[in-house]
């Protein structure tokens, strides 16, 4: 994982995700989980190129399953956008890097 991408916990989301004043795109994903790693390298690209605009984390679901309960993750990956703190959108599933660049560029404005 790079140095642009946040990895986050029980103990962490609040402050990196909900409290950030930028747009967050969080995936939650598992080690074991074949889409998840089709997707990553799509999500590295996407935080070097959108460094400075937008935050860029990632929740184990293995090591956080009350944070996937507490969104309803029922499938992995997830990626969800916060904006001030809200949920704005969701994606399950690996989903090319075209999609995730106009749902951001929609967030940010």
């Known amino acids: 994982m ?3 991408i946040t990895s986050v916990s029980n103990d962490t989301f609040d402050s990196v995700v909900l409290q950030s004043q930028s747009v967050v795109m969080v995936d939650f994903w598992a ?3 074949g889409p998840c790693k089709i997707v ?3 999500i590295e690209e996407l935080a070097k190129e959108y460094e400075g605009r937008v935050t860029f984390a990632k929740v184990n679901t293995d090591e956080n399953p009350d944070l996937a309960s507490r969104y309803s993750i029922r ?3 997830t990626l969800m956008f ?3 703190g809200k949920v704005m959108d969701q994606v399950v599933g690996a989903v090319p890097k075209a999609q995730l660049k106009s749902k951001l ?3 940010i404005g």
Do not use: R
Request: glycine share 6%; proline share 11%.
């Open 31 to 33: 080690t074991w989980c």
């Open 82 to 84: 916060f904006k001030e």
């Open 40 to 42: 990553a390298p799509v």
């Open 2 to 4: 790079s140095d642009a």
């Open 75 to 77: 499938g992995i990956p």
């Open 105 to 107: 560029d929609s967030l």
